[in-house]
C-alpha cells in the first residue's frame, strides 16, 4: 500500500510570496495532520483535519490555513512567507484517533 | 497542557553495546506516548506507542520502552544497537483534549552507533 505522499519534494520561494503545500493519506485514512519542522526541532503542530473539518490548530499566524478536499487530500497554504517559514512541512495521515503515519516531508526555502 | 522533554540531544554508543534514551513527560491526563525516528532525509517513523495498556511496550526493530506514571518517565530502550539504528529519535504526547490528536514532539536525541 502506498503511504502518504507529499508535493513537492523541495520549493524555493520569495519572501513576500505565496506556497501551497499538497498531501495525499493513506487510503482509506479520513484525518490529515500539518507539522512545520524547522532544521534542529522537534516538528510542530499546525492543523489537524477530519472528515473536511478543522479539528485543531496550533500557535500559527493566520497566514497559514489549509483544507481537506472530499477524497480527503490536503493542502496547506502560507501567505507573505518570512524567512522564518523556511522548514520541513510533514504531513500525516491517520485511521482514527491515535497513531499518525508521515509523510516524507516538503522542503520549503525562503530567500 | 502536554509536553516532552527529552534528556539527552546526543547520544553515541558502541555497536552491540546497549542503548537508552530518555524522556519525561508532563500530562494532566493519562497520556498517550510515542517514540518516532527519523532518518537523514527521511520522514518520522513510528517506533512504537503507549496507550495505557501494558506498561511495557514493543516496538519495532527490537526497540522498547516502559511506562512509569510515578516517575513521568517514558524511556526508549534497545539491548544491542546496530549501525542502522543511527538516528534522530523523538518522543512524543499525545494531546486529545480538544477532540484532535495533536502531537507534542520533544527536541530529539542524535543517536550515534561507532562500529
Known amino acids: 500500500d502506498a503511504g502518504v505522499t507529499q508535493s513537492p519534494t523541495h520549493l524555493i520561494k520569495t519572501r513576500g510570496q505565496h506556497v501551497t503545500l499538497r498531501c495525499s493519506p493513506i487510503?482509506?485514512?479520513?484525518?490529515v495532520s500539518w507539522y512545520q519542522q524547522v532544521l534542529g526541532q522537534g516538528p510542530q503542530f499546525i492543523f489537524q483535519?477530519?472528515?473536511?473539518?478543522?479539528?485543531g490548530r496550533g500557535n500559527f499566524p493566520d497566514r497559514f490555513s489549509a483544507r481537506q478536499f472530499p477524497n480527503y487530500s490536503s493542502e496547506l497554504n502560507v501567505n507573505a512567507l518570512l524567512l522564518g517559514d523556511s522548514a520541513l512541512y510533514l504531513c500525516?495521515?491517520?485511521?482514527?484517533?491515535?497513531?499518525?503515519?508521515f509523510g516524507p516531508g516538503t522542503r520549503l526555502t525562503v530567500t | 497542557a502536554q509536553s516532552v522533554t527529552q534528556l539527552d540531544s546526543h547520544v553515541s554508543v558502541s555497536e552491540g553495546t546497549p542503548v537508552l534514551l530518555r524522556c519525561n513527560y508532563s500530562?494532566?491526563?493519562?497520556?498517550?506516548l510515542f517514540w518516532y525516528v527519523q532518518h537523514p532525509n527521511k520522514g518520522l517513523q513510528l517506533l512504537l506507542k503507549?496507550?495505557?495498556?501494558?506498561?511495557l511496550v514493543k516496538g519495532i526493530n527490537g526497540f522498547e520502552a516502559e511506562f512509569k506514571k510515578s516517575e513521568t518517565s517514558f524511556h526508549l530502550t534497545k539491548p544491542s544497537a546496530h549501525m542502522s539504528d543511527a538516528a534522530e529519535y523523538f518522543c512524543?504526547?499525545?494531546?486529545?483534549?480538544?477532540?484532535?490528536?495533536?502531537?507534542?514532539f520533544g527536541t530529539g536525541t542524535r543517536l550515534t552507533v561507532i562500529p
Open positions: 500525516a495521515s491517520s485511521p482514527g484517533i491515535v497513531e499518525q503515519y
Open positions: 487510503s482509506g485514512h479520513k484525518s
Open positions: 483535519y477530519y472528515e473536511k473539518e478543522e479539528r
Open positions: 500530562s494532566s491526563y493519562s497520556p498517550s
Open positions: 503507549y496507550t495505557s495498556a501494558a506498561t
Open positions: 512524543v504526547v499525545s494531546d486529545l483534549q480538544t477532540g484532535a490528536n495533536n502531537l507534542f
